[in-house]
């Protein structure tokens, strides 16, 4: 089942902080959060595997609510980098490791 | 990290040619690979799952005739689209499943393989 992801697009000034959202109507096993450049294939950012977690760096960083059903990245002090489109990908279990990602979120960054 | 190679990168072939695209794992061996096709400025839809050795589970609505995953070792997995069409142009990308020895599974991406069908 596709996670659903929010906003669908970000304009920010360099500097500026975001945050993205990813939500599933059950239980995940496992979010992933990925970046991709135009182009390009995606880059894995981090996984979140228990409820409640926070991890990641002062800059990026994501957080699994308690009932592991909604993730959020968040993005501080925002560089011309981060521009790309921002999707999560969830794992429900059963062991086959499968991902399905979300529709993607689009950050633009400006000077 | 892990490093998965796509081969080639992009493709044109004529209407009604098959067209294969190999993946590759080149540092780890990957029991489990996966095929994933994307539109411009859309997600990544997961196509199949390849197991080494084994037939490929593909996702609900992905035509297993059209689209033939081999995944002949540990390290190598194909996917031939077959009589392809301009419809079938799009944005191919394979990842392979690694332990990362921090308790789970990650996924490595290759570089993706553009497919223009004219």
């Known amino acids: 089942q596709q996670p659903v992801q929010s906003p669908q697009a970000v304009i920010l000034r360099e500097g500026e902080d975001a945050v993205i959202n990813c939500s599933s109507s059950?239980?995940?096993?496992?979010v992933h959060w990925y970046r991709q450049k135009h182009g390009e294939a995606p880059v894995f950012l981090m996984i979140?595997?228990?409820?409640?977690e926070q991890k990641g760096h002062e800059k990026i960083s994501a957080s699994f609510n308690e009932k592991k059903q909604q993730s959020s990245l968040y993005l501080t002090a925002s560089q011309l980098s981060y521009s790309g489109t921002y999707f999560c990908?969830?794992?429900?279990?059963?062991?086959?490791?499968?991902?399905?990602f979300g529709k993607g979120t689009r950050l633009h960054i400006l000077p | 990290g892990a490093v998965v190679s796509q081969h080639p990168s992009r493709v044109i072939c004529k209407s009604g040619t098959s067209v294969k695209i190999e993946c590759r794992s080149l540092d780890f061996q990957a029991t489990t690979m996966f095929w994933y096709r994307q539109f411009p400025k859309q997600s990544l839809m997961l196509m199949a799952t390849s197991n080494e050795g084994s037939k490929a589970t593909y996702e609900q609505g992905v035509e297993k005739d059209k689209f033939l995953i081999n995944h002949a070792s540990l390290t190598l997995s194909t996917l031939t689209v077959t009589s392809a069409h301009p419809e079938d142009s799009s944005f191919y990308i394979c990842?392979?499943?690694?332990?990362?020895?921090?308790?789970?599974?990650?996924?490595?991406f290759g570089p993706g393989t553009r497919l223009t069908v004219l």
């Open positions: 979140l595997l228990k409820g409640g």
């Open positions: 059950k239980a995940l096993y496992s």
């Open positions: 990908g969830t794992e429900e279990g059963g062991g086959d490791d499968k991902i399905i």
């Open positions: 990842s392979a499943s690694s332990y990362s020895g921090g308790g789970y599974n990650e996924q490595f």
